[in-house]
């Protein structure tokens, strides 16, 4: 089988975890190239997830590191055997790689939790507020290409409306609502979507208010997207150059502490969405 050229983070992370869980059993890459009957290029190949592996693989390598945690052990499993396409492909020759991963990682999280302080976050964006934020990236975009993201980020707000929907909590600072991205009537639709769609039984959205106490933040855009298991959690942090995703488990604890500490300095569902029809009426 030919290697991958580009493999989706979400598989990648197969290769991260068991690699973690080969350096956890004290074990070099040869000692387990030796145990599995293999060699050491190949065992590369596999943490590097330059071929696919298989779910009998992932089994038999946990078991050769002594690895107790079944449900992890089963959840990689699942993930190695799990070779279906997503609807996100289409656009695999379209946009960048990370966006691609966006969409798969957050097809397959079991809930979502993100934190805004500056933008409304895109999976509660209308088409014509995501429209208008990426007229302004730098470098500019062609309308083609702002075109093909404003698709993508629509199709990726079908999760919250599935048969079913992923448990999506939005943490959002009142400055996002008070921005007017795209004059006053994009904004003002943009916030009557927002009370609209926070009636769903899945989806909290709960605001920061001006007021509010102090909160853990840079002002960078945080998604923390949980897996199967704990272990499997990832987060991405957006920056000024780029995405960033992390797994490694101190950042993933340091994360959730940061959503609870800003979810605490943020009002309850039913007075956000007052303050966001109240922001509305104000436009």
């Known amino acids: 089988m030919a290697p991958r050229s580009a493999p989706s983070a979400r598989r990648l992370r197969i290769g991260v975890e068991l ?10 890459a040869a000692e387990a190239a030796r145990a599995l009957g293999t060699t050491q290029g190949q065992m590369s190949n596999i943490e590097a997830n330059r071929f696919g592996v298989s779910a009998d693989r992932v089994r038999t390598l946990a078991h050769i590191y002594g690895c107790t945690d079944r449900p992890l052990v089963e959840a990689l499993a699942d993930m190695a055997a799990d070779r279906t396409r997503g609807w996100w492909e289409e656009y695999r020759e379209s946009l960048p790689p990370r966006l691609l991963d966006l969409s798969e990682m957050e097809h397959h999280a079991t809930a979502l939790r993100m934190t ?13 507020h995501a429209r208008t934020l990426f007229r302004a990236v730098v470098p500019a975009l062609l309308p083609h290409e702002i075109e093909y993201r404003v698709s993508h980020r629509i199709k990726r707000q079908a999760i919250l409306f599935r048969v079913e929907p992923v448990p999506y909590t939005a943490i959002v600072h009142e400055a996002a609502l008070r921005m007017q991205f795209g004059g006053r009537e994009v904004a003002k639709a943009q916030l009557e979507h927002l009370g609209e769609i926070s009636l769903r039984p899945n989806i909290k959205l709960r605001v920061i208010p001006f007021n509010g106490a102090s909160f853990p933040t840079t002002g960078h855009g945080v998604d923390y997207f949980h897996g199967p ?7 991405e942090v957006d920056t000024a150059h780029g995405s960033e995703l992390v797994d490694a488990s101190g950042q993933l604890e340091k994360y959730r502490l940061v959503l609870d500490r800003m979810e605490e300095a943020a009002l309850a569902p039913a007075p956000s969405r007052d ?4 922001i509305a009426r104000d436009l």
């Open 19 to 28: 690699r973690r869980m080969r350096e956890r059993a004290g074990m070099t």
């Open 116 to 128: 805004q302080v500056i933008n409304i976050p895109g999976l509660l964006q209308t088409p014509e």
């Open 229 to 235: 298991v704990q272990a499997l959690d990832t987060v």
């Open 275 to 278: 303050l966001i029809h109240h």
